[in-house]
């Protein structure tokens, strides 16, 4: 995202809470999964991503059943890296398929 675009995201926001905290939250879960790709071998990187966070859990998103297979074999590694990078504790995975994502 440009800088402009950031700049002209938070003037948007400034006067709600509520929008702050929801850009807050898609900048965050975009430094993980920028943070998380390099783990993933190069052919998965296009096909699988962060999709968000519920709870204690990490979800990860892929582009067709076939990558969400990958994408759980990779889980671990993934799941370790995370919790690496954030400050509470990941105790699990889930992966979900999202035709499009990328």
Do not use: F, Y
């Not at 700049?7 to 807050?24: E, K, N, P, T, V």
């Not at 889980?75 to 990941?90: C, F, S």
Request: charge should be positive; aromatic fraction near 0%.
């Amino acid at each position: 995202m440009s800088r402009r675009t950031e700049r002209d995201l938070d003037q948007i926001s400034s006067g709600d809470d509520g929008l702050a905290r929801l850009l807050s939250t898609a900048r965050a879960l975009d430094r993980l999964d920028a943070r998380l790709r390099p783990v993933l071998p190069g052919s998965m990187r296009e096909h699988i991503g962060v999709a968000c966070i519920e709870g204690r859990t990490l979800v990860l998103a892929a582009t067709s059943p076939a990558w969400a297979s990958r994408a759980r074999l990779m889980a671990g590694d993934l799941l370790k890296e995370a919790n690496r990078q954030l400050d509470e504790r990941l105790e699990g995975t889930r992966v979900i398929v999202v035709p499009g994502i990328r």
